[in-house]
Nanobody, 125 residues
Framework: VQLQAFGGGLVQAGGSLRLSCAASGRTFSRHAMGWFRQTPGKERELVAGRSWTGNSIYYVDSVKGRFIISTDIAQNTVYLQMNNLRPADTAVYYC???????????????????WGQGTLVTVSS
């Protein structure tokens, strides 16, 4: 599975961005998936995750009520809608999928097998 993430950019605090992650090589719908972010010197953090059924959704506390993870099966794409952005949201954002053997969300980046290249989100104050 190849993943390509895009949609990052520079936005003012309070603004919105939508990140997209397009999958090729395999239909991603049966994969557990997640959006991570990373800043220099810090570990990669799971921001939003979705089990392959969609019945389980995870958001880190700092983005609850502001970020939404969604999928478009026909487009083989997963999205991260980010609203009311804050300077603390500034990071490189990565999309990731778990292997088909695993259907649940996991917090650790080591549990994910396929990664997009990352897209930079910068939120100015």
């Amino acid at each position: 599975v190849q993943l390509q993430a895009f949609g990052g950019g520079l936005v003012q605090a309070g603004g919105s961005l939508r990140l997209s992650c397009a999958a090729s090589g395999r239909t991603f719908s049966r994969h557990a998936m997640g959006w991570f972010r990373q800043t220099p010197g810090k570990e990669r953090e799971l921001v939003a995750g979705r089990s392959w059924t969609g019945n389980s959704i995870y958001y880190v506390d700092s983005v609850k009520g502001r970020f939404i993870i969604s999928t478009d099966i026909a487009q083989n794409t997963v999205y991260l809608q980010m609203n009311n952005l804050r300077p603390a949201d500034t990071a490189v954002y990565y999309c990731a999928l778990r292997d088909l053997r695993f259907s649940t969300i996991e917090l650790g980046p080591g549990s994910y097998d396929y990664w997009g290249q990352g897209t930079l989100v910068t939120v100015s104050s």
